[in-house]
């Protein structure tokens, strides 16, 4: 594990070793262990390296015996023995134990066709002496970041964007679609960055670039429901178990201690009954707690740590000095990011490193097995008749009660219902992963902003752009339009930027098992069925996991590391993030009404109506923009 960045200049103009090393001083925190540059006339590359796996021999960049090759790699290859054995069979030899050479002997051996044949997560760089070639991959979920920025003839590349902004000659202007893209979601959707220069390298996908021409993005996989085979519900839940307790074991490959996030919710609780089921010690597991009961995952985790005899750690924590510690949050992601989870996320991330250099998550457990309450609604929504449509969309245009207390329950069904009258599943998706809707982003945005960013119907040309045609190119269930909108957009835009950016901010590498590629190739043929049943979802999660877990644990509601933002901002972070606001230059930007935002700050204080993801997506912006300008 580590971070990767780099400069290909072309034109014989050389790059000078201080530039890569200013690269490589940007995330050190990704890779504390070792440092490893090579420049080779107008290309330069170097790495931050976390040892992981071959602690003493897998110093990068390494090349191959005849020089012609050199790699330089962030991430972990869980089958890199396997592939090993294949290859020295071909005749290659290895002189380290890293997975880093393993990666760079398959290239040789297979071309572009090494990607498909890795099973982790990886951002590759591979630099081709003799034919001044660059080849970069990701991986196929979009584990590992990786960002691009082509500019005066030349492209660069790094694990996070202040890697790329310490490059002369380049420029970093704020991309209005992408502040768009934050105020309707709360994150910037892949490929933008907050950059109108920058973008990401989409998962699944390997880019070339040469002396001469353009570089070139190719697919090498892409998410694709199939129809598995006929089985009983008896054996998919022996195959779950079966395939479950091996991608486990995979991801435990180590030469370092182990341990695992632990929510209290049904998938982290899955990784840790597997890791536990495997043997060896008890499993190091680590939980963040919050002193508000209804947000406290802390009691169910440790009843999980308990039943496995694990060697837990809680820590619960103080709202105020979360608070505090928001700039640091905020300051690790690089562009604004708005996912409120990202607090305790990077809290259980600092509490894990003080004990292990590697943690297991249960990340995307839910967009591969329908865990969402929002897939649920989906699901209901797809089997409305068009009366119940209609119906459904007069309710959501209703508006507030004159008595506030039930306003909270209103809002929650309209926004439930909203979608409905919406053609297919990926328009919903859209619409129900959104932080603010059309009518709150028409109060808030300055009005010559609105126009220029948002059409007359938005989730559409949303369809449009990333899923065109869905019942061709994705399914003709609108439920596996959605889901499938989860996994391919979602995942790698949110859910794993938040993770990666708040573990590797600690110097923490964590590995997510659901999301190995061939166990995420059989999530893609079990049935619906067998995923959601009724209204449960991720059914036979919990059929195969629950001989392993406390009495009725699986049946308990799901939360994760959730924070009360309603009370957060009702007290003094309130003040705190109006205050900011109105001394932000943000305020003056162009791009949000000052009387607007005034507005809605007004009604959050006053119960009208609860603001508090935009407020706290307002109040990230705002601490991200002031500290751009100031750089």
Not at 200 to 209: E, I, V
Request: proline share 6%; hydrophobic share 40%.
């Amino acid at each position: 594990m580590c971070g990767i960045a780099g400069w290909y200049r072309r034109g014989n103009r050389n790059v000078d070793q201080s530039m890569v090393k200013a690269q490589c001083n940007t995330i050190v925190h990704r890779g504390p262990d070792d440092e490893g540059i090579l420049i080779d006339g107008d290309l330069g590359m170097g790495m931050r390296r976390l040892s992981i796996v071959d602690l003493a021999g897998g110093h990068q960049p390494i090349e191959s015996p005849d020089r012609r090759h050199v790699i330089v790699f962030n991430g972990e290859i869980y089958n890199h023995l396997d592939l090993r054995t294949e290859l020295e069979a071909r005749g290659h030899a290895f002189t380290t134990r890293s997975d880093t050479e393993t990666i760079l002997s398959a290239y040789r051996e297979w071309g572009d066709a090494a990607w498909a044949r890795l099973e982790g997560m990886f951002a590759v760089a591979i630099w081709d002496r003799r034919e001044r070639r660059l080849t970069l991959a990701r991986d196929p979920i979009g584990i590992k970041p990786l960002y691009l920025t082509e500019q005066d003839g030349g492209l660069a590349f790094a694990s996070e964007l202040p890697a790329l902004e310490v490059l002369q000659g380049h420029r970093f202007d704020v991309s209005p679609r992408a502040v768009h893209d934050f105020f309707s979601f709360g994150h910037i959707r892949t490929p933008r960055s907050i950059y109108a220069q920058v973008r990401s390298l989409r998962p699944g996908y390997f880019l070339t670039l040469g002396p001469d021409g353009e570089a070139v993005e190719t697919s090498y996989w892409r998410p694709q429901y199939r129809q598995g085979e006929q089985r009983s519900e008896q054996e998919w839940v022996e195959t779950f178990r079966e395939r479950w307790l091996k991608t486990v074991e995979q991801h435990m490959l180590s030469d370092v201690e182990v341990g695992a996030f632990l929510s209290g919710g049904i998938d982290s609780a899955a990784v840790v009954a597997a890791m536990s089921k495997l043997g060896g010690p008890p499993v190091r597991t680590f939980t963040i707690g919050f002193p508000v009961e209804r947000f406290n995952e802390a009691p169910a985790a440790e009843s999980v740590a308990k039943h496995l005899g694990c060697r837990h750690t809680t820590r619960i924590i103080d709202l105020k000095l979360a608070r505090d510690i928001l700039p640091d949050v905020q300051r690790c992601y690089g562009e604004p990011f708005a996912d409120p989870s990202a607090v305790p996320t990077w809290y259980v991330s600092q509490v894990a490193r003080e004990q292990v250099k590697v943690a297991l998550s249960g990340d995307g457990g839910d967009e591969l097995f329908m865990g969402y309450k929002r897939h649920r609604t989906e699901r209901k929504i797809g089997r409305m008749n068009p009366v119940a449509r209609r119906l459904a969309q007069t309710v959501a245009g209703w508006p507030s009660t004159p008595i506030k207390a039930l306003n909270p329950a209103l809002h929650r069904i309209q926004k439930a219902l909203g979608s409905a009258g919406l053609p297919d599943g990926v328009s919903r998706f859209f619409a129900r992963t959104q932080i603010t809707s059309p009518a709150m982003r028409a109060r808030v945005y300055d009005p010559a902003f609105l126009q220029t960013v948002e059409g007359s119907h938005p989730f559409e040309q949303l369809r449009d752009e990333y899923f065109p045609d869905p019942a061709e190119t994705i399914s003709r269930d609108p439920l596996e339009q959605f889901v499938h909108a989860d996994l391919a957009l979602n995942l790698p835009s949110a859910m794993l930027t938040k993770v990666d950016r708040a573990s590797m901010a600690h110097s923490l590498e964590v590995r997510v098992p659901m999301l190995g590629p061939s166990f995420v190739n059989w999530a893609l043929s079990v049935p619906t069925e067998m995923k959601m049943r009724g209204t449960v979802g991720k059914y036979v999660v919990k059929q195969a996991i629950a001989p392993w877990l406390p009495e009725g644990f699986i049946n308990r509601p799901k939360r994760g590391f959730a924070i009360p933002l309603q009370d957060w901002f009702a007290g003094d972070f309130g003040g705190f993030a109006q205050e900011l606001w109105q001394t932000s230059s943000f305020r003056h930007a162009g791009f949000l009404s000052q009387s607007g935002v005034d507005t809605v700050f007004e009604e959050h204080r006053t119960a009208k109506r609860d603001h508090g993801r935009f407020l706290y997506a307002l109040t990230i912006f705002c601490l991200w923009w002031d500290g751009h300008q100031a750089r």
